[in-house]
């Protein structure tokens, strides 16, 4: 039963560099979500989607990419890395429901740039 | 204004003590949803417990109780009998206005809960 699967773990990038954060789901959950974890600020929404070629802005959008092709994949990309960008990356997904169903997480991804 | 509050950085309580994590909002929206998550230090987030605005009732899941206050607007996390492996930090959250396609959840700032032996 894997959930929610985040890959890599970890990573370290130099500035301007791309890469691309994937997620992808097994529970054929409607909505997916990226959210940064910073030191001292909880977690805040990078972007999210409501279902499969649906995706919208969260509270911290700029210098991320999200693209929707299947219900199952959430890919976050990032377009030229920069030393704000350090952080631990989750993404989430949750059924569609009447919104009490709580997000379930995936593992986490550590990136540091340098 | 922050709209989630959560003012305790860090928490030591003796092991089978109940401890309480307090966590304030900020929303004008009628309808909304309160959630508590866990994170240990290996990193995951763990669902703890769910309260809609709407409930009557205070959430308890096994050991855990949201005290739910309305009009202070709180919903404090109430943990019974702390064990070791309750050692975490502790979010709050809350997902505001209707429900369908609204994706977002306003994080507090978390609580490092320590239990002693």
């Known amino acids: 039963n894997a959930g929610v699967t985040q890959t890599p773990k970890f990573q370290v990038l130099k500035t301007g560099q791309s890469m691309t954060l994937q997620c992808a789901q097994d529970m054929n959950h409607e909505y997916m979500s990226w959210y940064r974890q910073d030191p001292g600020m909880g977690l805040r929404l990078i972007h999210y989607s409501v279902g499969a070629g649906i995706t919208d802005q969260g509270e911290v959008p700029n210098g991320y990419n999200v693209s929707r092709s299947t219900t199952e994949d959430f890919p976050l990309r990032l377009l030229s890395a920069a030393p704000s960008q350090t952080s631990v990356y989750f993404c989430?997904?949750?059924?569609?429901?009447?919104?009490?169903?709580?997000?379930?997480f995936g593992n986490g991804t550590r990136l540091t740039v340098t | 204004a922050q709209k989630i509050t959560q003012t305790q950085p860090g928490m030591f309580v003796q092991e089978k003590e109940a401890v309480t994590l307090d966590c304030t909002y900020d929303?004008?929206?009628?309808?909304?949803?309160l959630f508590w998550y866990k994170q240990p230090s290996s990193g995951e987030m763990i669902f703890l417990i769910y309260q809609g605005s709407y409930d009557q009732q205070n959430a308890t899941e096994g050991r855990y109780s949201l005290n739910f206050q309305k009009a202070r607007k709180s919903a404090n996390l109430v943990i019974s009998a702390s064990q070791l492996g309750d050692s975490a930090m502790y979010f709050c959250a809350m997902r505001e206005g209707p429900y369908f396609g609204n994706e977002k959840l306003t994080f507090g700032t978390g609580t490092r809960l320590t239990i002693i032996p």
């Open positions: 989430a997904s949750r059924g569609r429901d009447r919104g009490t169903s709580p997000l379930h």
């Open positions: 929303t004008s929206d009628p309808s909304y949803g």
